[in-house]
C-alpha cells in the first residue's frame, strides 16, 4: 500500500466520519446532557488520570502476584471527591486476570454507584506485546521482530490477540502500538519500535491499529489502540531516552510522521504524546503539534494523553513554565485531553484554578471531556463497565500460542551461514552465554513487569532457550555452560571443557533487557565480558552466535570467528523453540532485517541516507558500511529475480506505477522470500537519499517454481517532503531497484 498518497484521501476520510451512526447521534445527545450538568471540578478531574499505585495500599510481588490490595480511603477520594476519569498501569507486576477482575470492578463500582453522572472510569495499559500484565496472557516478539516477519497479516492477528487478551481481563484501552520510527539505535526503546524504515513502520501501524481496535470497539476482543509517541521520540540526539530530538521539519514529516497518519486513517483512538523536546520545544506545551498538525491537518478526533508526569515536568525538567500551574495552562493550551498525572492532583487543582481566574476558558474542558466521554460510550462503557466473568477463559489460548509460535519462528533473521546450519540430528550442542538460560532475555522489557528483569515474575510454564533445547533434542544431546553473565562475570574455562565434547556451540549472547531510562545505555558495543566468550569459543569448532537484544549490540569484532549468526532481538515464549526448530532446519527462515546493522560505533547510518554520506576516508573505505544490511535475512533455499518489467512510457503524476518482477526459488527446499521494491529519485531540489522502500511483498515458493511479482504504486509515492515542508513531486527520472534488477522510468511535468 502506498504511504505518501495516504495524505490525500485524509479529507475524504474526515467527511465519511461525519455521516455519523444513530447510535452515536444518540451518545451525543447523552454526552451532551452529561457534560452540562457537570461541575467545572468534574471536568477537571474527567482530564485527569493516576497510576494505580497512587490508589492502592500494597503492591504485587514475585512472592505474592495477586498480594497488591486497593487503598478504599484513596480509590474513594480520587473517584468520588476528585471525579478522576482513567486509572492505568498495574502495581509492580502482572496481575492475574481474576484479579484484574477484582480490582476493575471495585473501582468501577465506585464510578458508576457512587458518582453523581455515573461515568465509568477508563482504565488503560501498556499492552506492548501482547498483554503483558496479564499472567496468563500470551506474549508475542516485541514489535521490531514483528516487523522483520514482514508479515503485515500476522502482526494485524497478533495485535487482535493482545486486544482479546486485554480486554478478557477487563481493560479495555492499550498505550499502544508504538509509532516511533527507530532511527537511532542508541536508544533504550528500539526494540519497541517496528524499525527505521518509514514504509514498513507505516504498514505495521496499519495492522497493529486494525488488529486492535477490530470492527467495533464495543466488542469484547477490542481495546482502543493508542499510537505512540507523537512525535519524533525516537530520535533523541545523545541516544538517551526523553533526551531532545532535533531535526529538519521536512526530514521529521518524511520519515517520523507517516506511521501516524495512518493510524489516525484506522481510527486510532487515542494519541500519547512525546515526552521530550523536539528542535527546542517541548511536545506537550507545542499547540502547533498537538492542534494545528494533529487535529487542523490529519483530522484527528480521538483523545490525546501525556505521557507519564510529563505536564510536570515542562515545570521541573524543560523549564518551560516557571511553575506547574503554567505547565498545566500550557499544555491544555497546547491540546492535551487527558494527563497521566499520575500520582497526584496538581494538574486536576491547576485547571480548575485556571479557569476559575479566567486562563483557561471552559470550553477547551468541555471539548476534552467530551473526546473522553465518546471514548467510553464507544468501548460501551456506559452499558456494561465491569469485566466479563467468563472472559478469562479468552487468555491464554493454544489459538494464540500458535500465532505467537509463528510469529517468533518469522521473526528470527538468519544474518550468516557459512553451511553450518541446518545441524544434524545428531550433533551434540553446547549451549552458552548470558541468553541460553534466562526468561528476560526471550522476552525483553514489559514483560510481567515494566523493565521485564524480574525472572521470577515469570510464569513457571514458560521454557528458556536451554529448556527448549533439552525438551526437542534430549537432555543427553545438550550441554550447557553459562560463560559470561550479565554482573560482568566469566567462566570461560569451564565452558571451553564442555565444548570439548559438543560438535555444535551455540552461544547465545544477550542484553540485559531495559526500557525508558533504566534502558539507556552508552555504548552500543555488546558487553565486552561477552564478546570474549565469542572470542574464547573460536576454537574451530562450528560455532553459532544468537543475538537476543534490544537494538544492534555490535558484534564486529566477533561475528568474523562465527559459522552462523542469528538476530532474534526479543522474540518471546516461544523463541527458544523456534530457535531450535530454525538450527536444525525444521523450517526455513524468512525474517529480514528491518534496520541496518551497524559495523563501527560512530557510524549509525539508516539504509535511506544520502549519497554525500556515503564519502570514507579513501576510495576504498565506504562511509556507509553495515556489518548487515537492511532487508538482509538468509534462507535455505536461493531466489533469483529476472525480468523486472516497468512502463517505458514517462508517467502523469496521477498515474500508478506498475511494477513486474519474476522471482524463481532456486534452490533445494520450499521458502518465504520478501520481495522489497527500492526506488531512488536520480536528481531533486533536496538532495535525494540513495533509495527508499516504497513497498513490499511476501511469496512462498516450492523448489524450482517461479511467480511473477506485481505492484502498482501510486506516483504520488515518489514525492517528497520539500523545502516549503509539504509534498512534492519533481518530474524527471527514478531508478526503480529489485534484489539485483534495475529499471528507469520517468516522471513528466502534468
Ligand atoms: C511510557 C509510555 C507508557 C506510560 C504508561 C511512560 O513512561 O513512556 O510509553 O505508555 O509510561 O505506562
Redesign the pocket.
Given at each position: 500500500m502506498p504511504v505518501l498518497s495516504r495524505l490525500i484521501p485524509l479529507a475524504l476520510l474526515a467527511l465519511c466520519a461525519s455521516h455519523r451512526s444513530a447510535a452515536q447521534d444518540a451518545s451525543e445527545k447523552t454526552i451532551s446532557a452529561i457534560l452540562a450538568a457537570m461541575s467545572l471540578e468534574e471536568k477537571a478531574g474527567q482530564m485527569t488520570q493516576l497510576t494505580l499505585g497512587a490508589l492502592s495500599s500494597r503492591e504485587a510481588n514475585s512472592e505474592n502476584p495477586d498480594g497488591h490490595q486497593l487503598d478504599p480511603v484513596k480509590l474513594r477520594h480520587a473517584i468520588v471527591n476528585k471525579h478522576i476519569g482513567s486509572i492505568?498501569?498495574v502495581h509492580n507486576m502482572a496481575f492475574s486476570a481474576e484479579h484484574w477482575h477484582r480490582t476493575l470492578t471495585t473501582i468501577q463500582d465506585l464510578a458508576t454507584k457512587e458518582t453523581g453522572h455515573k461515568i465509568p472510569i477508563l482504565y488503560g495499559i501498556?499492552s506492548v506485546h501482547g498483554a503483558n500484565y496479564v499472567r496468563e496472557a500470551t506474549l508475542f516478539p516485541h514489535n521490531l521482530g514483528l516487523a522483520a516477519t514482514c508479515n503485515t497479516q500476522l502482526v494485524e492477528q497478533c495485535h487482535a490477540i493482545t486486544a482479546r487478551e486485554t480486554r478478557a481481563a477487563g481493560i479495555p484501552w492499550n498505550?499502544g502500538p508504538?509509532l516511533d520510527v527507530g532511527r537511532q539505535p542508541l536508544w533504550s526503546r528500539y526494540v519497541e519500535t517496528f524499525g527505521e524504515d518509514v514504509h514498513i513502520a507505516s504498514m505495521m501501524a496499519t495492522a497493529a491499529v486494525r488488529g486492535l481496535q477490530g470492527n467495533s470497539l464495543s466488542s469484547p476482543h477490542s481495546v482502543a489502540a493508542t499510537a505512540?509517541?507523537f512525535l519524533a521520540y525516537s530520535f533523541p540526539a545523545s541516544g538517551q531516552d526523553r533526551t531532545q530530538s532535533l531535526l529538519p521539519e521536512h526530514y521529521l514529516r518524511e520519515h517520523f510522521l507517516p506511521p501516524f497518519l495512518h493510524a489516525v486513517e484506522q481510527n486510532v483512538q487515542a494519541i500519547?504524546v512525546n515526552?521530550s523536546e523536539v528542535n527546542g520545544l517541548p511536545v506537550h506545551a507545542n499547540h502547533n503539534v498537538l492542534t494545528k498538525l494533529l487535529r487542523g491537518q490529519m483530522k484527528f478526533k480521538g483523545v490525546v494523553v501525556t505521557?507519564?508526569e510529563d505536564v510536570k515536568k515542562l515545570h521541573n525538567l524543560h523549564r518551560v513554565a516557571p511553575n506547574i500551574k503554567e505547565a498545566v495552562r500550557l499544555s491544555v493550551q497546547a491540546g492535551i485531553d487527558m494527563c497521566?498525572a499520575p500520582n497526584d492532583f496538581h494538574f486536576t487543582n491547576n485547571l480548575i484554578a485556571l479557569v476559575r481566574e479566567g486562563l483557561v476558558p471552559e470550553e477547551v474542558l468541555n471539548a476534552s471531556v467530551r473526546r473522553i466521554l465518546r471514548l467510553k460510550f464507544a468501548l460501551g462503557l456506559f452499558d456494561n463497565p465491569y469485566p466479563d466473568p467468563d472472559a478469562a477463559g479468552e487468555i491464554g489460548k493454544e489459538d494464540a500460542h500458535a500465532l505467537s509460535r509463528q510469529a517468533a519462528r518469522e521473526s528470527l533473521v538468519l544474518l550468516k551461514n557459512n553451511g553450518v546450519l541446518p545441524l544434524s540430528k545428531e550433533s551434540t550442542i553446547l549451549l552458552t552465554g548470558p541468553g541460553c538460560h534466562s526468561l528476560t532475555a526471550l522476552h525483553g522489557s514489559w514483560s510481567y513487569t515494566w523493565q521485564g528483569t524480574d525472572e521470577a515474575a515469570y510464569p513457571e510454564t514458560l521454557d528458556t532457550v536451554l529448556e527448549s533445547f533439552n525438551a526437542r533434542h534430549g537432555r543427553e544431546n545438550v550441554l550447557w555452560a553459562r560463560g559470561a553473565q550479565w554482573d560482568g562475570s566469566t567462566d570461560f574455562d569451564y565452558a571451553l571443557r564442555k565444548a570439548r565434547n559438543a560438535d555444535v556451540i551455540v552461544c547465545v549472547l544477550a542484553e540485559r533487557p531495559g526500557t525508558?531510562t533504566p534502558g539507556n545505555i552508552r555504548d552500543l558495543s555488546m558487553p565486552e565480558n561477552q564478546l570474549r566468550l565469542v572470542r574464547r569459543l573460536a576454537t574451530g569448532k562450528p560455532l553459532v552466535l544468537v543475538l537476543l537484544e534490544n537494538r544492534p549490540r555490535l558484534i564486529t569484532k566477533v561475528a568474523g570467528h562465527c559459522h552462523a549468526i542469528i538476530y532474534a532481538g526479543h522474540p518471546g515464549p516461544h523463541g527458544g523453540g523456534a530457535l531450535y526448530e530454525l538450527l536444525m532446519g525444521q523450517f526455513n527462515p524468512s525474517g529480514r532485517l528491518p534496520f541496518t546493522y551497524p559495523r563501527d560505533p560512530n557510524s549509525l547510518l539508516p539504509y535511506d541516507h544520502k549519497h554525500s554520506d556515503t564519502i570514507g576516508p579513501d576510495k576504498d573505505t565506504p562511509g556507509f558500511n553495515p556489518l548487515y544490511e537492511f532487508g538482509h535475512g538468509l534462507s535455505y533455499t536461493t531466489f533469483k529475480y529476472d525480468k523486472l518489467k516497468v512502463p517505458t512510457e514517462p508517467l502523469n503524476q496521477t498515474d500508478n506505477l506498475n511494477i513486474s518482477v519474476d522471482v524463481t526459488n532456486t534452490g533445494p527446499r520450499k521458502g518465504t522470500e520478501t520481495v522489497h521494491v527500492f526506488i531512488r529519485d536520480l536528481y531533486a531540489t533536496v538532495a535525494p537519499p540513495i533509495k527508499r522502500l516504497r513497498a513490499f511483498s511476501q511469496v512462498e515458493l516450492p523448489p524450482g517454481e517461479t511467480k511473477t511479482i506485481t505492484f502498482s504504486i501510486p506516483v504520488t509515492d515518489l514525492s517528497y517532503f520539500g523545502t516549503k515542508n509539504h509534498l512534492i513531486l519533481e518530474p524527471g527520472e527514478f531508478e526503480v531497484m529489485i534484489s539485483d534488477q534495475k529499471a528507469r522510468i520517468a516522471v513528466q511535468q502534468e
Open positions: 492505568l498501569n501498556d498505550f508504538s505512540k509517541h500519547m515526552s505521557d507519564w497521566m525508558e
